[in-house]
């Protein structure tokens, strides 16, 4: 519940997070017209275009990358994961991607579809203006096969800002955190490592040793939680501090823009900086 | 995994029409740079000419000045400084952490400023060339 986010219908004092969740939706308007041209198509289910990514280095005659052609019943509803199943079960039993919860949760399958990083199974169809549907793997990452990608190298990334905390447990209670604290954090929270934004940033697609937004954002969820000692935060800052930690970003927002789960990644990253030139800074 | 398979044409520039605001305000701001250090560069070469003496320096800008391609690239320097200051301020705030939801609207408002600028600098380097 408390991930949840709570809109208010009054215009006036939004905060920021909601007026960006507000600019985000505004394009559903103007896809409302192509929305009821695709549905009056006759009495059957409206079908969709799938341009998808193939690459098979293990086939001889499919080490060549190239696109395939779908065409897969797309009823109101109906995600990009949903059309891949559809292609996979019925026409193409070797096309291979990764996905588990279908629902936003487990972050696997983040794909980039029709040019923009996005979980395929919170992306409707009848949501995207393109037609046909490109769907290919995430960019600056290896592919493996068709829509998998190598994540080793981002998991590398999250690993290297010890996602975990590390507070002293009290004896006999549990570690109560404050509300205030709870709501600074609360949005770093949400980040389900799914890599859309380490691979929508150009500086760590350059920059194999850069943290990359996700990692930092992790790093901001631990640094900022007050429960950790004082220690701990310098400890973390010092992963930060480093040349290819948070100074790499450049503030393209790219990753800020992708977000599956909409957490302020650049403004976190902005956040680290502020903290670490804050540490280092002394008049004295 | 035997192989993968590494894909340069994906992350190539030829997306540019899927950039968002932020990604053009980078570009911008990286291009402008270069071309005002290369302008350093002409700036000191042209200035250096007072070393010989005052007339040289006289003839050599009187030359330039004369020259329609020099008075037209004047109005593109002033642009081109114009947009690297303004988006220089814009990153000093989002440094800042002022104005981060406004990112795209403050890169906006300084290319308007940046036209608006240039436009109105156009009779003063511009008079008299034609």
Redesign the interface.
Known sequence: MSTQLQRTETEGDES?QE??LERKSLAEGEREAQRTEEESTGDETPHVHLKVFR?D??VEAKRE?RFDDFRVPAPQGTTVLDALMYARDEFDSTLTFRHSCRQAVCGSDAL?IN??QRLGCQTQIQDLDQRPVRV?PL??Q????DLVV?MEHFYDQMEAVEPYFQGETPDEEEQLQSRENREKVKMSTRCIWCGACQSSC?IA?GDNEYLGPAAINKAYRFAMDEREDDDIKKHRMNILEQEHGVWRC?????C??VCPKDI?L??HI??M??EAVKDNLKFW | MSQSHNRGLIEDFGRWREFAPGMWAWIFHKFTGWVLIGYLFTHVAVLSTAISGPQLYTTTLRSLESLLLVRVLEVGLLAVATFHIMNGIRLLFIDLGVGLESQDKSFYASLVLTGAIAVASVPTFLSGAF
């Open positions: 920021p007026q960006r690459y280095p293990e990358p980039f040019g923009s290919e960019p600056h290896e592919v493996e096969k190598d150009n697609a450049q503030t393209q927002f790219s800020t823009e302020p650049t403004e902005q956040e900086k502020r």
